[in-house]
């Protein structure tokens, strides 16, 4: 599967940005779709990751009660939504795929830049 992640940009703190996550090549439902992101100079981190069918989430603790993971099986997109933005969210952002949630997914997006201005 094909994944293209998009929908960063510049948000001052405390604001929202939804990335999205379009998909091709295989049956899209098919995959649990995972969210990572890596800060400069850091490593990529886990972010949160949602099932095949969309009936459940899971989310690395920073994220919590803030993000959201959401998808479209019918339009092959996944979403992240991410609220009360804070500084410490800048990074760049990626999409992965896999038949479960796992930390090392097979199949990669692009990343897309996030950042937050305080």
């Known amino acids: 599967v094909q994944l293209q992640a998009s929908g960063g940009g510049l948000v001052q703190a405390g604001g929202s940005l939804r990335l999205s996550c379009a998909a091709s090549?295989?049956?899209?439902?098919?995959?649990?779709v995972g969210w990572f992101r890596q800060a400069p100079g850091k490593e990529r981190v886990f972010v949160g990751c949602?099932?095949?069918?969309?009936?459940?989430?899971i989310y690395e603790a920073s994220g919590k009660g803030r993000f959201t993971i959401s998808r479209d099986n019918a339009k092959n997109t996944a979403f992240l939504q991410m609220n009360s933005l804070k500084p410490e969210d800048t990074a760049v952002y990626y999409c992965?795929?896999?038949?479960?949630?796992?930390?090392?997914?097979?199949?990669w997006g692009q990343g897309t830049l996030v950042t937050v201005s305080s």
């Open positions: 090549g295989r049956t899209f439902s098919n995959y649990a």
């Open positions: 992965a795929a896999d038949r479960n949630c796992v930390r090392t997914p097979d199949y």
């Open positions: 949602i099932t095949w069918s969309g009936s459940n989430a």
